[in-house]
């Protein structure tokens, strides 16, 4: 990835704004069921039978986001989506509620091969005005994908995760459709564009027979008369800079396109609706220079008309764009008084994933002769509570005073305890608070004895991945998802920072201090590992599953090393 890419991590103002209250400090609890809840009745729709996509010279193709959604009625449509460890298969089954019952369907094994959706969902088959087929492919459809409410007597909010895992190292995830709403069955930037040249087609959509019959789902397509129109950035944006009144009739939403341009030349606005990666649509990015998922279109769908409705970005009464987003959770106001003690009450219990992400690279030093081995890192909370530390400043100091909180069982805080330090990271890529101690990386021989540790050691806290959305009270909502969320400023007095159950943190291979040095080191075979609160200061559920690790085997010649990564157990990913 290239500064630029790691530029445009910074969050627009149309997710920042999106809000869902979160108590800070408080231990978080999964879903309750409604104990109304039936087993769904599942239907294809579309939003429209009319629709206009664009496509852009600059960096031609179509987004095929044609607006159909699969709605639940009667009931929730709610998967589960686990494996017991690395060496089993995912597996899922569906869970349904019948009033205060609950029951569960087990679904075919071979079902799903990963946490990013059901494979081969929906068909699409798209024909020119002389009935020639010029696409026929299929999607994958994440029941997690921006969604509204289609019935006024619906929950108000869903109660559902907001994407779904694509994190390889994933361990349990949720998937569902809330009673009376539906779900976008478009598959987002992991379908890619479509090469459609200008002018009209017809687009048909259908669930495959294999969800049909498994679901009891309507075998009624849906058709679409679609338009392709050519644009050019050149054009419009060359119009825009010649005077604020042209620009004053483009939506807020092109608005934001446009002001992602600034400095980078033309390029393709980001499609319209949100990838399912990390635990959330519009954020879950990690600590890196990936590209935020833009907020998806605020779909209002009316049941009567399935039309529809010109309303704000964000979410409110019988809609969600996707872009849900909690604001950032508060530190104390004060140092904490009295004596510091860890009391019995729930506490969190801190794993790692194995490293990935791993390439051989200049390590962002940009020091000639050197060779970098570059990883991505996620440490996880399976809980059953929240890891709460906050960091107090005295003024004047450099570093901040770290202190655990812990909480009982309605969320009371009922004990605190020093956790060491905070401090201030300087470097790009970085530039807030970090907690020290976190975790470290060290990069063992064959026999597993240590070589060399890498200099990154402290981090800033944020629920960037949804590891685990199965254990015990994990939070399908957390907050502090990104970096414009949690670790404070340079100037702040105290900060916050907070690891939800059943998420994990990501570091990624771009970022200052992810990286060993390896150019004195010979060729072989090495692991990475990946160490949970090394120094044993946080207080946890348990220490003894705090450690991951990653073979590697190092090749090539010095400034042209090579790197190759055997699949962990059956998880063949880098």
Known sequence: MTRTHQARLRRSALAAGAALAVTAGVVAAAPEVDSAQTTPKLSLIAATNSLTLDSWKEDPGVYLDLGTYLTAEGGPFELKVTRKSYKDPVVAEQIIHNGTETTTKALPADLVKDFSGLPDFAQITITDTNRKVVLNRSEKYCPNNAAGRIDPDGPAKSKYPESCPENAFTLGSVWGVEKGWASNTYAGYSSGPVDLAAGKYTAKVTVNKRYRDLFGISSKPQLINLTVRERSWEDESGAGLRGKKAMSGHSGHDMAAMKGMAGHGSMRPEAPAAPTSGAGPSYNVGHGPLIPAPPALPWALKKAALKTAVAPVGDGPGRTDGSRQAPAVKPNAKRPAGKASVPDVPKPDLRSLPAYGIQISDGDQDVKGKDYLAFSANVWNAGPAQLVVDGFRSPGKELMDAYQYFYDADGTQVGY???????????????????????????????????????????????TDAVDYTVKNANWHPGNTDLSTACGQENSISVREVLDVGSGDTYTQDLPGQSFDITNLPNGTYYIQVLANPENRLKETSLDNNSALRKVVLGGKPGARTVKVPAHDLVDAN
Do not use: I
Not at 432 to 446: E, G, I, M, P, V
């Open 417 to 463: 305890t020093p956790t060491g330090t905070m401090e201030w990271d300087p470097r790009p890529g970085h530039e807030h608070w970090h907690f020290t101690d976190f975790a470290s990386y060290r990069l063992l021989k064959a026999d597993q004895n240590e070589q060399v540790r890498s200099g990154k050691e402290a981090f800033c806290l944020a629920n």
